[in-house]
């Protein structure tokens, strides 16, 4: 057979031994490329998280776990409401100026979006303890007959009302956090995620 003839043979086979190289290539480098990928538990942990607070009662509070810290959704009573502006000239930041404590759609006398719930990072700002929900007013919370409900953190003593502002005099150098989250519908909320601004 001439070497003519056998040209397109050989044409095939390094064609093939080629594809045949390239595609174990492939098959190999694979697992390399997904390890350099985030693994699912590191996408779950940033990832936001949808609640349904179709079940939550007034004054009560739901915690649930985003980026792995406790965020809390309290469903504020009417009564709760009105003790935020009593315990203004109490607290440290009753305005919540200080930048990076919550969204800008937070930034009001509720620190929320609807009034009656509100979404907190359930942390002190002192050293990251999980504050006591002392949601009760009055002596039955150990706080005093005065106590008009919030948040106590009894490793150092720091105290926020129920919008999570700071008392003054208190080691807890700031608000606590209001996570970014926006509402998909009336009932279901998405921790994590901002709520887009109506025109």
């Known amino acids: 057979m001439s070497d003519e003839a056998?040209?397109?043979?050989?044409?095939?086979?390094?064609?093939?031994?080629t594809g045949l190289g390239v595609v174990g290539a492939a098959?190999?480098?694979?697992?390399?490329?997904?390890?350099?990928?985030?693994?699912?538990?590191?996408?779950a942990a940033g990832a936001p998280v949808e609640v349904d607070i179709s079940r939550l009662?007034?004054?009560?509070?739901?915690?649930v776990e985003w980026r792995g810290k406790p965020v809390w959704i309290l469903r504020r009573t009417p009564e709760m409401l009105q003790t935020l502006s009593a315990v203004e000239p109490m607290l440290a930041d009753p305005?919540?100026?200080?930048?990076?404590?919550?969204?800008?759609?937070?930034q009001n006398p509720t620190?929320?979006?609807?009034?009656?719930?509100?979404?907190l990072?359930?942390?002190?700002?002192?050293?990251?303890?999980?504050?006591?929900?002392?949601l009760e007013p009055?002596?039955?919370?150990?706080?005093?007959?005065?106590?008009?409900?919030?948040?106590?953190?009894?490793?150092?003593?720091?105290?926020?009302?129920?919008?999570?502002?700071?008392?003054?005099?208190?080691?807890a150098p700031t608000n606590m956090v209001v996570p970014p989250h926006a509402y998909i519908n009336?009932?279901?909320?998405?921790?994590?995620?901002?709520q887009k601004e109506t025109a």
């Open 57 to 63: 009662e007034p004054g009560q509070l739901l915690t």
């Open 121 to 134: 990072v359930g942390l002190c700002t002192h050293l990251g303890c999980s504050p006591d929900k002392r």
């Open 138 to 171: 009055g002596a039955g919370s150990g706080l005093g007959a005065d106590w008009p409900g919030g948040f106590f953190c009894p490793c150092h003593g720091s105290k926020f009302d129920l919008a999570g502002r700071v008392y003054r005099n208190v080691p």
């Open 95 to 106: 305005e919540s100026t200080v930048a990076d404590q919550q969204p800008k759609y937070a």
């Open 111 to 119: 620190r929320s979006i609807k009034p009656e719930i509100l979404v």
């Open 6 to 17: 056998m040209n397109p043979q050989r044409r095939r086979l390094l064609m093939l031994t």
């Open 186 to 194: 009336d009932t279901r909320i998405l921790i994590g995620e901002d």
């Open 27 to 43: 098959f190999a480098a694979t697992p390399f490329v997904k390890s350099m990928l985030p693994s699912a538990r590191a996408r």
